[in-house]
């Protein structure tokens, strides 16, 4: 998702996303590991009062989207605690 919403944006200043697996933390599994927690860095600005500028506006318009969708956006920037399995 990351690779196809960014890509525009990358090539413009000439970058490239190194890694962003289709399949998110899942693309540990075959590795031994599978993830544990997960926390939203857009949940947890909100959660420690630290969101950017109009972040309001932001929340307003994500209501109008599904919740797959939210979930999907929510899940492009967090925190990952893994655990070995």
Do not use: C, N
Not at 11 to 40: C, I, N, V
């Amino acid at each position: 998702m990351l690779r196809r919403r960014w890509a525009k944006t990358l090539a413009e200043g000439d970058a490239t996303l190194q890694f962003g697996p289709a399949e998110g933390p899942r693309f540990f599994e075959p590795y031994g590991w599978k993830e544990r927690e997960f926390r939203s860095t857009w949940d947890e600005a909100h959660r420690l009062r630290r969101q950017m500028r109009m972040a309001w506006l932001f929340r307003l318009l994500a209501r109008t989207a599904s919740a797959e969708r939210r979930r999907e956006i929510s899940r492009m920037g967090g925190i990952v605690l893994m655990e070995r399995v």
